[in-house]
């Protein structure tokens, strides 16, 4: 029998969903869909990173099931989504938009959160009408919007052209990650924790990471290594925050700050001290409170507003 994809126990063992559906793309890429938490509940739509899986939300999902409706989906190829032939951000901001339009009424609005490739997702569909219709804020966690392989250190070598080549090909690589070892465990943590990451958030990391099939891993890889974002943040005009750790060596710091400064409604950039790109599994309270400060200030506000 082959290992779980994720952990099957604790804090970051991912709860079973109170439904799951199929949300089906604009090129008829299917989506794996869960919904956690009442029908009624205010909703939050979760969005994950390159090579994760709705897995990577358990923190989240079980602390904010209780007072939420929370929307998770896999991103094409990763988690239970099928892989597609198409892979861009313009496939991304229609798979979203597909999952927006899947679970919520006409008018509904929601927190859309995102990490890393998931937040890229946010900023690529920020300008469709579906995102403006059901998103009243947002949350961009660990993430970027262009230069990622230039300004990545998970080499430890001067910045320059050198450093970007290599970064590339490492990021890039076609090569199989294989079972999850100690060696493995230990590049991984290296690469996208900060040095105090608990064993048991490292052995979740890993076996999501580690599912992720090459061949999917490979082809989101170059999108993200040509990703210009940069006018879709100008176009991100809902209430945004943001949140980065000071330890990121994937999307360091200095991709927070720089959103921070360009968002046209930037409500807060928080810097987690010693964290590293991994924020939903390395800091899940953190996140957890800034997806509740954003529903309790502006979704509930919203619902409110829609009432005679």
């Not at 430890?156 to 970007?164: E, F, H, L, N, S």
């Not at 999501?208 to 891993?217: E, L, S």
Request: charged share 20%.
């Amino acid at each position: 029998m082959s290992r779980p994809a994720h952990v099957t126990s604790g804090p970051y063992a991912p709860p079973a969903a109170r439904r799951e559906l199929v949300a089906v793309s604009a090129d008829g890429a299917r989506l794996h869909v869960e919904v956690h938490g009442d029908e009624g509940a205010p909703p939050v739509v979760l969005s994950h990173g390159w090579t994760c899986s709705t897995a990577f939300w358990a923190a989240q999902i079980r602390a904010l099931a209780a007072t939420h409706r929370v929307v998770a989906y896999d991103q094409r190829g990763h988690g239970r989504s099928p892989a597609a032939r198409e892979h861009s951000t313009t496939a991304l901001a229609d798979d979203l938009v597909a999952v927006l339009g899947a679970t919520l009424a006409p008018g509904e609005r929601a927190v859309v959160a995102g990490h890393s490739m998931g937040g890229m997702t946010i900023m690529a569909a920020a300008a469709r009408p579906e995102f403006t219709e059901h998103a009243a804020a947002a949350l961009l966690c660990s993430t970027g919007s262009s230069a990622l392989v230039a300004q990545a250190r998970v080499l430890p070598v001067r910045a320059g052209r050198a450093r970007t080549r290599v970064t590339g090909a490492f990021l890039g690589s076609r090569a199989p990650l294989g079972p999850v070892t100690p060696v493995a465990r230990s590049i991984l943590k290296y690469a996208t924790m900060g040095p105090g990451s608990a064993p048991d958030k490292v052995e979740a990391c890993a076996r999501i990471v580690h599912a992720c099939p090459t061949g999917v891993r490979h082809a989101w890889s170059r999108v993200l290594s040509g990703l210009d974002l940069d006018a879709d943040v100008a176009r991100l005009t809902v209430p945004t925050t943001v949140i980065g750790g000071t330890a990121d060596r994937l999307t360091p710091i200095v991709h927070a700050r720089g959103l921070a400064a360009a968002l046209p409604n930037c409500v807060g950039l928080t810097e987690l001290t010693g964290i590293g790109h991994m924020t939903p599994v390395e800091a899940p309270e953190a996140v957890t409170r800034a997806v509740c400060e954003l529903t309790a200030h502006y979704l509930d506000t919203t619902e409110k507003e829609k009432t005679p």
